[in-house]
């Protein structure tokens, strides 16, 4: 199993990004894509999920309105796009798969490396 996390980069408060995850090495229709961040000093926390198989999406609170994940499956990708963006959204975004859909990192079995977002206020 495989994780490619990229897309990010430096950007000004209120203004956007889009996160890919490039899976591969299991049946990406199966299984549930999501993303997580860490800042430094803080504990990771959940982002959004997308399950591959029907579509289904959910949001952590802090990001609904503003975020939007969603899937390629004929690319076996992942996206988020982040719109609106803050200064506290600056962190680490990591990639992962689940067998259900979760905002619990603990129910996430295979990481990407993760891709650094900065927003400048």
């Known amino acids: 199993v495989q994780l490619q996390a990229s897309g990010g980069g430096l950007v000004q408060a209120g203004g956007s990004l889009r996160l890919s995850c490039a899976a591969s090495?299991?049946?990406?229709?199966?299984?549930?894509i999501g993303w997580f961040r860490q800042a430094p000093g803080k504990e990771r926390e959940a982002v959004s999920c997308?399950?591959?198989?029907?579509?289904?999406?959910y949001y952590a609170d802090s990001v609904k309105g503003r975020f939007t994940i969603s899937s390629d499956n004929a690319k076996n990708t992942v996206y988020l796009q982040m719109n609106s963006l803050k200064p506290e959204d600056t962190a680490v975004y990591y990639c992962?798969?689940?067998?259900?859909?979760?905002?619990?990192?603990?129910?996430?079995?295979?990481w990407g490396q993760g891709t650094q977002v900065t927003v400048s206020s």
């Open positions: 090495g299991f049946n990406f229709d199966d299984y549930v």
């Open positions: 992962a798969t689940s067998g259900r859909p979760s905002l619990s990192p603990d129910d996430y079995n295979y």
């Open positions: 997308i399950s591959s198989s029907d579509g289904s999406t």
